[in-house]
């Protein structure tokens, strides 16, 4: 097996809030890569977007009988060093702005995936 640290992943996630059984998958490999020392960014994009919106993560929950909302998997991926980006367009479509996102998000014009994709060595899309 190829040693993955220091290789960098890219995870595009364009399902939102309304699909909640669609936003964690993204998130757990995100942070199961970043275990293995790999560089990940999650882009948001489309309806993905929704997710970062400020009190909407913490509605989604999948295992009723676990306290894990797509509030905490956000937070564990952000303190396993994932960068989470967000397409400004797909902001604009939302219409929201940076103050209606949760910290620690960046905003990143939409020709940046393409460059984000050439950079990257293996690219998820969910």
Not at 37 to 47: A, H, I, S
Not at 53 to 71: I, R
């Amino acid at each position: 097996m190829e040693d993955p640290e220091g290789k960098k992943i890219l995870v595009i996630q364009t399902h939102g809030v309304e699909t909640p059984t669609r936003t964690y998958s993204p998130l757990y490999y995100a942070i199961a890569a970043a275990a293995m020392e790999m560089e990940v960014m999650v882009w948001f994009t489309m309806n993905g977007t929704n997710q970062l919106k400020k009190g909407e993560a913490e509605k989604v929950q999948l295992d009723k009988t676990s306290d894990v909302t797509l509030k905490t998997m956000l937070k564990m991926a952000m303190e396993n060093d994932v960068k989470l980006r967000v397409c400004q367009q797909s902001l604009e479509l939302w219409q929201m702005k940076k103050e209606d996102l949760i910290e620690g998000v960046e905003i990143l014009g939409a020709t940046s995936i393409i460059d984000l994709s050439l950079n990257s060595d293996h690219v998820m899309y969910f």
